[in-house]
């Protein structure tokens, strides 16, 4: 009798387990997951290109200074 009830009790639970599986690979879910991630590195891209472009213009700035050349509007 204890036997049947751990198999059965060990069935419900993988049984649930698959269907959570079968769940997330449903199309809206794996849709809605690429999107989030999608989302997630344009908004690190984004920090990053914001980061580069802030420490170039300091560089510049950095340059200019060093080497005595005025500013990058005046020399067009």
């Known amino acids: 009798m204890i036997r ?3 198999y059965l009790s060990l069935g419900a639970c993988i049984t649930l387990w698959v269907m959570r599986r079968l769940q997330a690979l449903h199309p809206n879910h794996m849709a ?4 989030s991630g999608a989302a997630g590195m344009l908004a690190q891209v984004r920090d990053f290109t914001s980061d580069a472009l802030g420490e170039a213009a300091d560089r510049e700035i950095e340059l200019r200074a060093r080497f005595g050349l005025g500013d990058s509007d005046h020399n067009d």
């Open 4 to 6: 049947r009830l751990f």
């Open 32 to 35: 809605r997951r690429t999107v």
